[in-house]
């Protein structure tokens, strides 16, 4: 990725991979996802293509306009906020046990995708995959927290209309609270992808330490050279890469009778 030369307005190019809809599509498929959950729903039309046995879908006010039952077995809605969701969640009565995928799309506002990560952490297993979409902005204007003020900052610019929020400051806050995770950044269209593998359900480390995590991210400014300094530490991964990394894993028959003991553990 290089710089883009209207610095004012963008300080990276854009993507240059696959559309984030057709990453997660292919992801589910390629993994034989057996649960899935997304938070931040809307039309449906990401939900929609993912291919699952049971999918289960958080948004506070649903605007479906696709059809969000396709390519799975089973479907649950649940119009609520996600911190509500996670509050009177009974794993297996409203799942069914541990999730296989997760893709996180929520409200664009660092604390909320920080609550929506370890919330949804929790309910994972070690092998599972969380995606974090929106981290990987390309412009500054889009990543003010405020939706109507980056629609005005992004005026006539080739990016107008887009809002990111500052989700970009979840990236660090991994890298400094949870290093022990893997964290992967994908150069997947029009805004990045975020693959987080190598969960640890058990850790407490981010809850624990939530308020003082965003009153110190509160601080760092939300501007250009500290978003930049994001892809300035880390190689973006082509979107075919990411896959191929990832083709290893499937969760077709939920992984053997051992996963089986520990889900069974685990739900209890």
């Known amino acids: 990725m290089t710089a883009a030369p209207d610095s004012a307005h963008a300080f990276v190019a854009d993507h240059q991979g696959q559309h984030y809809s057709e990453v997660l599509a292919r992801l589910s498929r390629n993994a034989a996802v057996r649960r899935y959950l997304e938070i931040g729903v809307?039309?449906?039309d990401i939900f929609s293509g993912i291919a699952c046995r049971h999918g289960v879908a958080v948004d506070p006010a649903f605007q479906l306009k696709a059809n969000v039952a396709a390519n799975k077995t089973k479907v649950s809605l649940f119009q609520v906020m996600s911190d509500v969701f996670f509050e009177h969640l009974d794993l297996r009565r409203d799942i069914g046990g541990r999730l296989d995928l997760a893709f996180l799309d929520g409200m664009h506002l660092f604390e909320f995708l920080l609550r929506d990560f370890f919330n949804t952490e929790a309910i994972c297993r070690r092998d599972s995959i969380i995606v974090l979409h929106d981290c990987?902005?390309?412009?500054?204007?889009?990543?003010?927290?405020?939706?109507?003020?980056a629609?005005?900052?992004?005026?006539?610019?080739p990016h107008e209309h887009w809002w990111t929020g500052d989700v970009w400051k979840v990236v660090p806050i991994l890298k400094r609270y949870r290093?022990?995770?893997d964290v992967m950044l994908v150069d997947a269209a029009p805004t990045g992808l975020v693959i987080v593998t190598g969960l640890d359900p058990s850790s407490r480390t981010l809850k624990k330490n939530y308020d003082a995590i965003v009153a110190e991210f509160s601080r760092v400014p939300n501007t250009g050279p500290e978003i930049a300094q994001i892809y300035a530490e880390t190689l973006l991964v082509?979107?075919?890469e990411a896959l191929r990394r990832l083709g290893g894993r499937s969760?077709?028959?939920g992984g053997g009778w051992l996963r089986k003991v520990m889900d069974a553990i685990n739900l209890q």
Request: proline share 15%; net charge negative.
């Open 251 to 253: 969760y077709a028959h």
């Open 151 to 157: 629609g005005l900052r992004g005026r006539g610019t």
């Open 136 to 149: 990987l902005p390309v412009a500054e204007p889009m990543t003010d927290r405020d939706p109507v003020q």
């Open 179 to 181: 290093p022990d995770l």
């Open 42 to 44: 809307a039309f449906g």
């Open 238 to 240: 082509p979107t075919e």
